[in-house]
C-alpha cells in the first residue's frame, strides 16, 4: 500500500479509513442491508459528498483494500529480483493475502459478503478487473514474452487461486496445490530454454525416415 507523504495526503488517507471503519462497524452491528450512505456519513462525521469522494458505492465500503490489493499483485510482477521468476513470486502474494483474509476477524466480514448478493455481485466484478490488471502487468514484463491469451489466463488462475485458498479448511496448503497446477500450466505457455525440444539435425531426420522405410519394407 502506498504510504501518503504530504499532510494532506495523510489527512484524505485517514478520512477514508475513518468511513470505512465506521461503515464496517454498522454493517456488521446492523446487517448489510439496514445501513444506507447517510448513516455511515452520519456516523463518521463527514459530508455524503465527501465520502463519495472516497468511495464510488456503498458495496466499495466494504471493499476499502480493494487498490491495495491490486496494487500489491502488480507489484509482485513488477518488483521481481532480477531473474526471479514470476509464478514463485505471484505465490507468495497470496499467500501473505490469504493469510491476511482467513484471520479470526476477517470471518465476520466474508460471512456478510457471502450473505449479500450485491456484495458478491461486486467482489465478481472486483475480481475480473484485478485479473485483467494482472494480466496487463504480465504482458509487459520484457522477460515474459506470452500472447494475450496466455497472460490472461494465468492471471484469471491466480485470482481464483486468492479466492479457492480462502475458502479452504487449510488455506496455506490450498495455495501449495492450486500453484503447482499454475507452474505447470506457465510452463507449457512459457517454457524454458531448456524444455524446448532440439530442433531435428539433417541426420536425424534422415535417420528417422530411413527407419521408417525400413519398416515398411519389412512389412509382408
Not at 102 to 128: K, Q
Not at 130 to 135: D, F, G, R, T, V
Not at 183 to 195: L, Y
Request: glycine share 2%; hydrophobic share 40%; charged share 30%.
Amino acid at each position: 500500500m502506498t504510504v501518503p507523504t504530504g499532510r494532506r495526503e495523510r489527512k484524505k488517507a485517514a478520512t477514508r479509513q475513518k468511513i470505512a471503519d465506521t461503515a464496517l462497524r454498522l454493517f456488521l452491528e446492523r446487517g448489510y442491508d439496514a445501513v444506507g450512505i447517510r448513516d455511515v456519513a452520519a456516523e463518521a462525521d463527514v459530508a455524503v459528498t465527501t465520502l463519495f469522494s472516497h468511495f464510488a458505492s456503498k458495496e466499495a465500503l466494504v471493499f476499502e483494500q480493494d487498490e491495495d490489493f491490486e496494487q500489491r499483485l502488480t507489484q509482485a510482477v513488477n518488483g521481481r529480483a532480477p531473474h526471479e521468476p514470476l509464478i514463485p513470486a505471484l505465490r507468495r502474494e497470496i499467500l501473505a493475502l490469504v493469510r491476511h483474509c482467513t484471520t479470526d476477524s476477517a470471518a465476520p466480514v466474508w460471512r456478510m459478503i457471502d450473505a449479500s448478493p450485491a456484495l458478491r455481485e461486486y467482489e465478481e466484478s472486483m475480481r475480473l478487473r484485478h485479473a485483467e490488471s494482472l494480466a496487463t502487468a504480465i504482458a509487459a514484463g520484457p522477460d515474459l514474452p506470452q500472447t494475450t491469451t496466455a497472460c490472461r489466463t494465468i492471471a484469471r488462475f491466480v485470482i481464483d487461486a486468492y479466492s479457492l485458498a480462502r475458502e479452504a479448511a487449510d488455506p496455506d496448503t490450498a495455495v501449495d496445490e492450486i500453484f503447482r497446477m499454475i507452474e505447470a500450466a506457465w510452463e507449457v505457455a512459457h517454457p524454458s530454454s531448456d524444455q524446448l525440444p532440439a530442433e531435428r539435425s539433417p541426420s536425424r531426420s534422415c535417420a528417422v525416415s530411413s527407419t521408417h522405410r525400413v519398416r515398411a519394407a519389412e512389412k509382408p
